[in-house]
């Protein structure tokens, strides 16, 4: 009976080609640097096979630029960049097919950009590096004397290779993208919790309608009850939002944000549900929805009272159900996520008119949270100008002091647009103010809406006069003195375009 020549069959090509992709694979699955994993892979490659100047480009916007490469020189790896349909390397990119050279010393289609001599080199191959049918880069190699393969045999392994190059590049990117979205993601719903805010830890204020807020924020924290914050623009909805997160059992879970009237109605169920690639014209890659982003934290969706009908369809089922498809897509996505919703609008009002899904409304409105505009909370005033001047102060190294007469001023304006105009307004002081103090003159020319006395005796008389009224005049008065300008208007009165816009329409002005 022959003996069985172990020699003899480690010798073999076939051996030498699986054992080939074998240490291909495994370096790749071991290697967490696609760099390092590609050049460990082209050096197998030079070893095992013979293979020369094995080289992997990756295609950026439509050049091909060295990847990885064995035994190119940096200087050499720049300058070996090829356009699609340039060189044997460019025309197996654009082409998709492997591409062969027979003779790289008279053939002009082999540019050799890179300048490196090859006496021993014969042959070059290139194949496309190709993910779903797109081309995402191209491997190439040197055949030479010493190759133990031929042209088919290159071929072949260099296909097979080059398919897994290309899921591991393409692995590696998507990866790189999904990294930086979440970093960008992470950086925007970032919340600064101050540790320098008193009383409630970081909502200011002590007067009486607040601590009502704060005990019904204490109470309902812990559990996973939806809840309705209300409140006029500015007044703090996404700082009670957050607090009820913070003392909640998913404060260490996303918190993520979404103001439903920034985002037009076609790009809104995107936002909150995610889309699947190719639902749409923009839809490139597939994205996750707010939704699935707040997964196991807290969702806050401001200004809930403005979104379209659709939207409020598949939010009630969201709510009842706890699942929802992508825009696009039709397998279905399981959600545990606490809602805090938060509206400046009358919802009920819209519930009547047909503008509103009772439905919806009632599932929403579980646990009611008011927010008092500024004008209702007293001393709270006089705590959050402190606040805020304490903090102008730090930002813009300038030392500014507001006088008594000045601070009543400010205390008996009635402030329409709120903590928010309330904040801009301090700036505006620590920004222009004389740093030998704000006087009561000083007072009434920083404050527009008080721009002689005889405004500020109106603006200071309220008791005859509804809170409504008296935001009406405000917004009034600055128009007139901006002759119409709503952007002007806006900005002096601290709140946005839109605001006023819907404050204009509100009191029919």
């Not at 260099?158 to 930086?180: C, P, R, Y």
């Not at 005796?457 to 405000?474: F, G, P, Q, R």
Request: aromatic share 6%.
């Amino acid at each position: 009976m022959p003996m069985f020549d172990k020699t003899a069959c480690n010798s073999c090509l076939t051996t030498k080609e699986l054992t080939t992709l074998y240490e291909i694979a495994s370096v790749i699955s071991n290697h967490y640097d696609l760099a390092t994993s590609l050049d460990k892979s082209l050096k197998i490659l030079k070893h095992t096979l013979n293979l020369e100047n094995c080289v992997v480009h990756i295609l950026e916007d439509d050049t091909l630029n060295v990847l990885a490469g064995v035994e190119l020189s940096k200087i050499q790896k720049n300058l070996a960049s090829y356009k699609l349909g340039e060189g044997v390397t460019g025309l197996a990119a654009q082409s998709k097919e492997p591409v062969v050279v027979e003779n790289i010393h008279n053939d002009t289609l082999f540019l050799n950009k890179s300048g490196k001599r090859d006496f021993n080199g014969q042959s070059y191959v290139a194949v496309p590096l190709m993910v779903e049918n797109k081309t995402i880069g191209v491997l190439g190699a040197n055949i030479t004397k010493t190759t133990e393969i031929g042209f088919e045999d290159s071929v072949r392994i260099l296909t097979i290779v080059s398919s897994i190059f290309a899921q591991t590049i393409h692995s590696s990117q998507m990866n790189e993208m999904e990294k930086e979205r979440l970093k960008e993601l992470k950086l925007y719903y970032k919340m600064e919790w101050d540790s320098k805010v008193h009383n409630f830890g970081d909502i200011i204020g002590d007067s009486p309608k607040m601590q009502q807020v704060f005990q019904v924020i204490q109470r309902i924290a812990q559990s996973d009850v939806t809840v309705l914050v209300r409140g006029e623009t500015g007044t703090g909805k996404e700082l009670v939002a957050a607090a009820i997160h913070k003392r909640s059992k998913r404060q260490n879970e996303p918190f993520i944000k979404l103001n439903c009237a920034a985002i037009t109605d076609t790009l809104l169920e995107s936002e909150l549900f995610g889309h699947e690639k190719g639902a749409f014209t923009d839809a490139r890659e597939t994205r996750k929805g707010r939704f699935e982003l707040a997964h196991g934290g807290t969702l806050f969706l401001d200004e809930i009272g403005d979104i379209s009908a659709s939207a409020q369809v598949k939010l009630l089922r969201v709510l009842q159900e706890r699942e929802f498809e992508r825009v696009g897509g039709s397998k279905t996505i399981k959600v545990n996520v606490r809602l805090v919703a938060a509206t400046n609008r009358n919802l009920e009002k819209m519930v009547e008119e047909g503008d509103f899904r009772e439905d919806l409304y009632y599932r929403l409105n579980v646990i009611p949270i008011d927010l008092p505009p500024v004008r209702e909370r007293g001393d709270d005033i006089e705590q959050l100008v402190n606040f805020f001047l304490e903090r102008a102060i730090k930002n813009h190294k300038k030392s500014v002091k507001i006088t008594k007469e000045a601070m009543k001023i400010l205390c008996q304006y009635p402030w329409p647009g709120n903590v928010r105009e309330l904040e801009n307004t301090i700036e505006r002081i620590v920004l222009m103010g004389n740093e030998s103090g704000i006087s009561e003159h000083d007072m009434l020319l920083l404050l527009p809406a008080l721009h002689d006395k005889k405004q500020s005796k109106t603006a200071v008389s309220t008791e005859n006069k509804t809170l409504d009224d008296m935001e009406k005049e405000a917004i009034a008065n600055s128009l007139k003195r901006h002759n119409g300008n709503q952007s002007h208007a806006a900005k002096e009165l601290g709140i946005s375009l839109r605001q006023i816009g819907y404050k204009i329409k509100k009191y029919e002005i």
